[in-house]
């Protein structure tokens, strides 16, 4: 996308503004299903809780993925947008029994991270396939937040209970036919990764009826142009030799899955937003834009970056900001940023605001969510209308 059509989508759908291209969405996919062209059985599972607007997740089936679910609600989200019972697999965490016992009478594919919720499923159904999360206590990312694999996670069952496990499929006699790991995002060295492979071909040595085995993601993106990014490529060959080495010693025909969701949409997610003031201190100057942590909330949750570009004067002398919100918080998206020049009116734009930023939105301050726009084709869609007054209050009862 160029500069000129975001503007011309602000000014058609106003801000602040949600914009994914779906063209990036495409060529990250491909890029993934090419890397790994040599495994016969791969399975993308786009994770939905990154962005979970049905448009996005009809845009991913059209290229063949398959959704990876946390919440009942997110699994409804998918059977709603089109996708059948065995194209989705549901791995929640901490939630309730009876929420994934509507999950399984919905037919999805359940993965279970609890040695009791295992125990409890396996005795009441014993006849539902279930994949096992397993923690291979690897840590992935530099960030406890987003690293999931390290051992005081509350994610998965620790790969040293493995006995443990072995002992509640005997006795309840249940069907296992998938293992699974997920070490967090951010992965930068693939060495880590390969070895929490290993880890995970032990674990499923245990097991001699599997159909897949599910790797995750985690795979890191570029958030500045200088920034790093996870040889998918390099991954893709070194992990698909091992797997088909697997396969073959296995015994039985596997499928590779991941679960992708940062890796698919955040480069293809454009955030825009008006500069409501320009307010000059002793020693800094905010740029205070129409728009706070409820609608972007990531810098301020996980210290990420987010890279900032004013679209209205991108060949303007370049100053140092202070980029903040109009919430009564201190919502700061960036320090002492170079960006072009400035003014009131102008209209900033955040990059990689794909995932994990309009899904983690919230009405704070009473503020309106905004709205969302698919680019395909060389056109915008409207996908989720600007929040109004009366979806503040719809669900709300004067008394």
């Known amino acids: 996308m160029q500069s000129q059509d975001l503007v011309k989508l602000a000014e ?94 919905l037919g999805v594919q359940i993965n279970i991270d609890n040695l009791s919720v295992l125990e409890h499923f396996g005795t009441k159904h014993p006849t539902v396939p279930v994949c096992i999360r397993i923690n291979p206590h690897v840590m992935a990312g530099g960030n406890s937040n987003i690293s999931v694999g390290h051992i005081d996670s509350k994610f998965g069952i620790s790969i040293h209970q493995m006995p443990h496990i072995l002992r509640i ?28 492979a290993e880890i995970l071909f032990e674990a499923a040595n245990n097991f001699k009826e599997l159909d897949f085995l599910d790797f995750g993601s985690g795979f890191k993106v570029p958030y500045n142009k200088a920034d790093v990014e996870t040889n998918i490529e390099e991954l893709g060959k070194k992990l698909t030799k091992r797997f088909l080495a697997f396969e073959a010693s296995y015994g039985r025909e596997l499928t590779l899955a991941f679960e992708p969701g940062k890796f698919l949409v955040s480069e293809a997610g454009y955030f825009l937003a008006k500069v409501n003031v320009v307010k000059q201190t002793t020693s800094t100057v905010f740029a205070g834009i129409d728009s706070g942590f409820n609608h972007l909330i990531r810098p301020m949750f996980y210290g990420s970056q987010h890279y900032i570009e004013n679209i209205s004067n ?80 719809k669900n709300q009862i004067l008394i």
């Open 314 to 393: 991108p060949k303007g002398k370049e100053r140092f900001y202070t980029v903040v919100g109009y919430i009564c918080e201190t919502d700061t998206f960036a320090n002492n940023r170079r960006i072009a020049e400035i003014k009131e009116g102008d209209l900033l734009c955040f990059r990689n605001a794909g995932a994990y930023c309009y899904s983690m939105s919230s009405n704070y301050n009473s503020r309106y969510k905004p709205a969302e726009v698919l680019w395909k084709d060389g056109k915008g869609i409207l996908i989720r209308a600007r929040e109004t007054f009366e979806d503040l209050i």
């Open 12 to 105: 058609e759908f106003g801000s602040p503004l949600y914009v994914y291209d779906a063209e990036k969405i495409k060529s990250q996919y491909d890029r993934l299903s090419s890397a790994f062209s040599k495994v016969p059985r791969l399975r993308i599972n786009y994770a939905v809780k990154a962005l979970s607007n049905i448009a996005i997740l009809q845009l991913v089936k059209s290229m063949g993925s398959n959704l990876d679910t946390v919440s009942i609600q997110e699994v409804k989200l998918g059977l709603y947008a089109g996708f059948k019972p065995d194209q989705i697999i549901y791995t929640p965490n901490g939630v309730s029994f009876e929420e994934i016992e509507e999950a399984a009478r």
């Open 169 to 196: 499929v005997e006795n309840t006699k249940m069907h296992i036919n998938g293992i699974h790991m997920h070490t967090g995002s951010d992965i930068l060295d693939i060495e880590v990764f390969l070895y929490a």
